[in-house]
């Protein structure tokens, strides 16, 4: 039975029992080029078609039955490609191609000819494919350049959206981010927009599809450019060994270069090392970190380093000639076989030694002068050398001649021929002095500085002198003593000079005494004279 045959009486019938229904399906269904379309009718509860057919009209308005049953009898004009499932009562078209796209329409009929019909429109879409991201730039420069993104795909009505990893949406901020379509502009990158791998989605209503992951690089820095030495002191030992390393923030590695006092040096690794440091090494290094993209520079700080020679050998000169007092002229000279001094200090006998108006100290202090030496600079004398590292120090006897002073005769003025005499002559002199004594006038065969009389006779009184000669300043001196010999016994029969003077004191007090007496008595009071 053919269903178009019967379409006239059916509807006439539907008309006059007025038991017609309405089918209910989408107004619009898409589907994808090679996919399948599915077609949902929804019919009335307890509605069993017997009948069905379905029409399509393509955009040129021509007319075609794609699919026609009647009770068990199926009839098809899609070589297969329509399917329609009696229990779900789903339509399915398909692998579609772009000729499928038009007008469909459904009738369902049951067997009390009531019956269900609709229409839809079939969107025939092309599928989503080749999503792909393409740079306008092969590579950025932070700060510099301007990156657009394009997704490119091929598809039917699509939109795009854009990943920072796998999962994460880019958030636009319509500046520094913008979303135009399917480009995504970056203005004046950063290193951290790029950060990970990119992706684009390209979609329609019926697929998405996600490119492969994009990765840029960014080329930034340098910058946080640090230098540091180890030892981390700024004084160093000569001979010692030192490390400097340098690193920078950058991408590609910044390419390092060193610097010493402002001049560049061959090494270009990140480490620059030193063993048996000399002191021409002393100065100031830096590095400088250069990135070949980003054409940018960088500067460390500079940092000092001194090498310093530890002070060793340190020895006082002085004068090679006899020192006399009042006459010499004494240099005194400190200098050390080793390392530089940054002090110099003097002592004596352990006391700081400072100038003075005999004193001379040179403006680098390392030589004393004393243009008229003095006994009072006889002593020893230190000199201490010091740098930032080391301290050394020698020492200088000076010994000073001077004398014979202060000559003087020690010993009795009277003795009796039973005593023993001792005359001893005192003498300051460096060296000591030699002696000569004289007995009034003549010499005597003493040259020590005691001179003994055992049992003097009355003959041994007279004048002794003295003399004191040092044989290095030619100087000598004299002192004169007088000695009186008396008799056994007489010397204690007479008074001594101070019993004398105590004797005559005595006497001169009592007599005061006896005067003052006299006086008291010779003024008593007599009569008072009547005033009448």
Known sequence: MDLCSLRAPLLILAAIICCSYSLLVPLKISGVKGKYAIFPLKITDGFQPNAVKITFTNSAGEFTTVYNRVGEKVTTSSNGRAVYNQTTYEFQLGPLTPGDAGQ?????????????????????????????????LPEAVEFNSTVVLTCSAKGSFLSYKWLNG?????????????????????TEVLRTDLRGSIYCVAENQLESVRSTAFNMSVSYGPESISMKKVPDEIDLKKGSNLTMSCSAVSSPAAELKWLFNGAELPDKSATLAYTNLEENQSGNYSCVAYNSKTKRYAASQVITVSIIEAISGTNVTGPISLLIAGNSTANLTCKSSMGKADSVTWFKDEKPLAASDRIIISTDKKTISI??????????????????????????????????????????????????????????????????????????????????????????????????????????????????????????????????????????????????????????????????
């Open 371 to 532: 243009p008229i030496v003095q006994k009072e600079d006889a002593g020893q004398y230190k000199c201490k050398l010091s740098n930032k590292l080391s301290t050394d120090s020698s020492i200088y006897n000076m010994q000073i001649y001077y004398g014979p002073e202060k000559v003087s005769i020690e010993g009795p003025k009277k003795a009796e021929v039973v005593d023993t005499v001792v005359m001893t002559c005192k003498v300051t002199s460096i060296p000591p002095a030699t002696y000569i004594w004289k007995f009034n006038g003549s010499l005597l065969e003493i040259t020590t500085a005691e001179f003994k009389i055992e049992k003097p006779s009355f003959e041994n009184s007279g004048i002794y002198t003295c003399e004191a000669r040092n044989h290095i300043t030619g100087l000598s001196q004299t002192a004169t003593h007088n000695l009186l010999v008396k008799g056994e016994g007489e010397l204690n029969d007479q008074l001594s000079s101070g019993a004398i003077a105590a004797i005559v004191i005595a006497v001169l007090v009592i007599v005061a005494i006896i005067i003052a007496v006299i006086i008291r008595k010779r003024r008593k009071p007599g009569d008072i004279a009547s005033p009448y």
């Open 166 to 186: 796998s999962t994460t949406p880019v958030v636009v901020d319509g500046k520094h981010l913008v979303l135009n379509g399917s480009q995504l502009i970056i």
């Open 104 to 136: 469909y329409s459904f009738i369902l009929v049951d067997t009390e000819y009531n019956m269900n019909e609709g229409q839809t429109t079939l969107e025939v879409l092309e599928p989503v494919a080749d999503v792909v991201i393409v740079s306008s």
